[in-house]
Structures are given as structure tokens and as C-alpha cells.
């Protein structure tokens, strides 16, 4: 199983919105609803962002949206703050071992 | 609010074993299902292990099976990774992670981690 497949880097000036892909397959994002979004700043823990695709956890911004289509993820951070610079990694469940697959993982550069 | 703490981590040689701790507080732990994660310097995140609320099921990624041994003690509030034969491509860093409540698939808590470096 390799891991899904993320844009290494995204960018985008305060204020704009930007969107993260996140491309799995059959065995993952194909056939469930069970992709989770983490930010990690560096040398920090990883911070759940959205999980069961568009949900939101307590206390996350409402600046931050997923969807998903077909066997494709995506992340939208809308209104970019200088904060949300790091790194987002997807993740889904798997029908098979490993049976969470994270992505590649993107860096959000704010410009 | 929830923390976990992991501990235990170290420089070691190739082939030997190491023992990571993964203290829980702020929440009911022994209702949670648990995970261990991994990410090597410079490296994305890498899912390793799942243990259920009471122990009784447990799932291990095909890169450690039969190497790592995942245990947790709900009278102690701990999760625990036993780690044989290590290897170089074990460096990283660990970090046990909660898994979200139903229907779950996520890790919503994740501790500070461990480093565990494995070199001669």
C-alpha cells in the first residue's frame, strides 16, 4: 500500500484561499469516507484538522473545509494566515495493511 | 483536556530493543483505542500499530510485524511499544496517538514524541 499522494508544496499570499489534493485509490480513498486532515509545524506534534472529510473538531477554524471526489481529498484554507504555514498531511483508512495510509504530505508556504 | 506523554526513546545500536511509554491523563483512557505513529527526520507520518479499548485486538503495519509489540495497562493509564531488532530505517520519531471516538478512524490526540535513533 503506498501512501497517498499529496503536492510537496502549496502557496498563496495572506488573505487568498489555497487547496491541498490528496489522491489514494481503490483500496482507500476509493471505497471510504474515513480521510482525516493534520497540520504539524515544525517540531511540533501533528494537530487533527478535519476528519470524516469535511467535519470539524472543537476549536479548529472554520477557515479550514475538506471534500472529497471520487478517489481524490482536498483541504481548503480559506482567508491564509501567517500561522498556517506547515505541513498538512491527509490520511485514510485502508481495506488492507497498513490500514491508515497517510500522504506525502504538503508544505503551505504563506508568501 | 487529554495529553499523552511518550518516553523511552534513545540512541541504540542496530539490533537491539528498546521499550516506549505512553502515558494518558485528562481523559477515560480505557474507552479509547490507541495508536502508535512514526515519522523518520525529514519524513512524512507512518502508521505502525492499533490496540483496542480493552487490548484484546491488535493490528501491526507490515513494516514492524513480528518486531514490534504493541500492549497497554488501563489500570496504569499507559500505552506501551515493545521494539526488537531494531534497524537504521526504525529512526524516527514516535508518537502515540488517540483514536477518535465513533465512529473514529482518526487520531485526535497525538503526544509530544519520542526520538529513537538506531545507529553504530
Known amino acids: 500500500q503506498s501512501a497517498l499522494t499529496q503536492p510537496a508544496s502549496v502557496s498563496g499570499s495572506p488573505g487568498q484561499s489555497i487547496t491541498i489534493s490528496c489522491i489514494g485509490t481503490?483500496?482507500?480513498?476509493?471505497?471510504?469516507?474515513?480521510v482525516s486532515w493534520y497540520q504539524q509545524h515544525p517540531g511540533k506534534a501533528p494537530k487533527l484538522m478535519i476528519y470524516?472529510?469535511?467535519k470539524r473538531p472543537s476549536g479548529v477554524s472554520n477557515r479550514f473545509s475538506g471534500s472529497k471526489s471520487g478517489y481524490t481529498a482536498s483541504l481548503t484554507i480559506s482567508g491564509l494566515q501567517a500561522e498556517d504555514e506547515a505541513d498538512y498531511y491527509c490520511?485514510?483508512?485502508?481495506?488492507?495493511?497498513?490500514?491508515?495510509?497517510f500522504g506525502t504530505g504538503t508544505t503551505v508556504i504563506v508568501l | 483536556e487529554a495529553q499523552l506523554v511518550e518516553s523511552g526513546g534513545g540512541l541504540l545500536q542496530p539490533g537491539g530493543s528498546l521499550r516506549l511509554s505512553c502515558a494518558a491523563s485528562?481523559?477515560?483512557?480505557?474507552?479509547?483505542?490507541m495508536h502508535w505513529v512514526r515519522q523518520a527526520p525529514g519524513k512524512g507520518l507512518e502508521w505502525l500499530s492499533y490496540?483496542?479499548?480493552?487490548?484484546?485486538?491488535?493490528y501491526y503495519a507490515d513494516s514492524v510485524k513480528g518486531r514490534f509489540t504493541i500492549s497497554r495497562d488501563n489500570t496504569e493509564n499507559s500505552l506501551y511499544l515493545q521494539m526488537n531488532s531494531l534497524r537504521a530505517e526504525d529512526t524516527a520519531v514516535y508518537y502515540c496517538?488517540?483514536?477518535?471516538?465513533?465512529?473514529?478512524?482518526?487520531?485526535?490526540?497525538w503526544g509530544q514524541g519520542t526520538l529513537v535513533t538506531v545507529s553504530s
Open positions: 496517538a488517540r483514536e477518535g471516538q465513533q465512529p473514529g478512524y482518526n487520531f485526535d490526540y
Open positions: 485528562g481523559f477515560t483512557f480505557s474507552s479509547y483505542e
Open positions: 490496540i483496542s479499548s480493552s487490548g484484546s485486538t491488535i
Open positions: 481503490t483500496s482507500d480513498l476509493g471505497s471510504y469516507n474515513l
Open positions: 470524516e472529510v469535511n
Open positions: 490520511c485514510s483508512y485502508a481495506s488492507s495493511n497498513p490500514f491508515y495510509v
